[in-house]
């Protein structure tokens, strides 16, 4: 069966300071890959998604990136932190487009 | 107009109640329809998908679809305590993603 790896599971982070959040996915190969934004009490918001290596989509302009060096390992990155970046970070999976997204246990990332 | 819409309640059951959940979409061409549960502080958990029009069950939980109308809802039978959460609603818009409603609060009273 396919497992999905998030960490770390919280993160008190200065403004200013870098960002690395990674994602693994077991039991599949080539998963189409997302990373997701929840502030407090609202829905999800796409931020990068990957259907392969190196192949990095944006959804909006941010100071966020995302790298995928390896098949099943995804990256979600900040060089500078700003205190809006703090939120509910989600890394998921689908096999495709149209079905079910999977997701790992989440990063709460608090920016101060 | 949001693609996926909920009201976010909250929406307050009596323990045993049927608690009923309900969405939208505005995507005449979308096919697949998820409903997540999502525990305060914890990641979206799938609970039922459903492809075509009419209803799917499973257990206490049935899901109907009616694309005419581009509604879909989720029934919770004999709700329980622990069925309190938020339940999020997403559907393929043909994009490369799900897109997620911003969830309705459901509270099952004791």
């Known amino acids: 069966s396919q497992t999905i790896h998030q960490w770390p599971a919280t993160l008190v982070q200065p403004v200013g300071s870098p960002l690395s959040l990674e994602c693994t996915v077991e039991?599949?190969?080539?998963?189409?890959l997302y990373w997701y934004r929840q502030a407090a009490g609202r829905g999800l918001q796409l931020l990068f998604y990957?259907?392969?290596?190196?192949?990095i989509s944006s959804e909006v302009p941010q100071n966020l990136s995302a790298s995928r060096p390896q098949d099943r390992q995804f990256i979600l990155s900040s060089k500078k932190l700003l205190l809006s970046d703090s939120g509910f970070y989600l890394c998921a999976w689908h096999r495709d487009s149209i079905t079910e997204a999977f997701f790992g246990q989440g990063t709460r990332l608090t920016v101060v | 107009q949001k693609e996926v819409e909920q009201n976010s309640g909250p929406l307050s059951v009596p323990e045993g109640a049927i608690a009923s959940l309900n969405c939208t979409y505005s995507d005449r061409g979308s096919q697949s329809f998820f409903w997540y549960r999502q525990y305060s502080g914890k990641s979206p958990e799938l609970i039922m998908s459903?492809?075509?029009?009419g209803d799917k069950e499973d257990g206490r939980f049935t899901a109907q679809l009616n694309k005419a109308s581009q509604y879909v809802s989720l029934l919770i039978r004999d709700s329980q305590p622990s069925d309190s959460a938020t339940y999020l609603c997403?559907?393929?818009?043909?994009?490369?993603?799900?897109?997620f409603g911003s969830g309705t609060r459901l509270q099952v009273q004791p």
């Open positions: 039991g599949t190969s080539n998963p189409n």
């Open positions: 997403a559907a393929d818009t043909g994009r490369r993603a799900l897109t």
């Open positions: 990957s259907v392969g290596i190196g192949q």
């Open positions: 459903i492809y075509s029009n």
